[in-house]
T-cell receptor
């Protein structure tokens, strides 16, 4: 089955700096890579995703890059703000045809943005 | 849209008791997932359904755990009998299945279960 590794497990940055979280996956058939943000006491919420036919995607201060050859993808947050502090999860999925959209999640990264 | 609804939000029970967690997925979503989250093991997929049919229950830890989805708008996760090591936050998530969908998952607020 799919195996997703996520690094680092914790990340502390100063407000305004950038934060980068990296994930690797093992299943070359995976074609959908979402990122979720989990705030304290809440369920994970999708913040950005990327499909295998795209190398990079941006949404304001958040961007995700994908390298299918190397089987790794990364989340980039620029101009970090204290409200970005949360646990971030990456995930990998083959898509609905084979497994109804089942995703394999990384172990999460706790991001702390210091004011 | 109200999002994924889970009940109860908190449950405290004694070891040996039966626990039933409930989930109402987002209307129109065809896939439903049950997860367990703990500090030690992170986010674990327990079981997921597609069109109310269980597809993969390999993550269900023991026979004490069972899940049902009698219709498209309701699912339950039952633990009988419960044990202290079942203490965790249980999340339900649903996912759309439309042409071109990215199959993102929408998570509920979770049920925090404490078994004493």
């Amino acid at each position: 089955g799919e195996n997703v590794e996520q690094h680092p497990s914790t990340l502390s940055v100063q407000e305004g700096d950038s934060a980068v979280i990296k994930c690797t996956y093992s299943d070359s058939a995976s074609n959908y890579f979402p990122w979720y943000k989990q705030e304290l006491g809440k369920g994970p919420q999708l913040i950005i995703d990327i499909r295998s036919n795209v190398g990079e995607k941006k949404d304001q201060r958040i961007a995700v890059t994908l390298n299918k050859t190397a089987k790794h993808f990364s989340l980039h947050i620029t101009e970090t703000q204290p409200e970005d502090s949360a646990v971030y999860f990456c995930a990998a999925s083959r898509g609905v045809r084979t497994n109804a959209g089942k995703s394999t999640f990384g172990d999460g990264t706790t991001l702390t943005v210091k004011p | 849209d109200a999002g994924v609804i889970q009940s109860p939000r908190h449950e405290v029970t004694e070891m040996g008791q039966e626990v039933t967690l409930r989930c109402k997925p987002i209307s129109g979503h065809n896939s439903l997932f049950w997860y367990r989250q703990t500090m030690m093991r992170g986010l674990e997929l327990l079981i997921y359904f597609n069109n109310n049919v269980p597809i993969d229950d390999s993550g269900m830890p023991e026979d004490r755990f069972s899940a049902k989805m009698p219709n498209a708008s309701f699912s339950t996760l039952k633990i009988q009998p419960s044990e202290p090591r079942d203490s965790a936050v249980y999340f339900c998530a649903s996912s759309p299945r439309t042409s071109g969908s990215s199959y993102e998952q929408y998570f509920g607020p979770g049920t925090r279960l404490t078994v004493t």
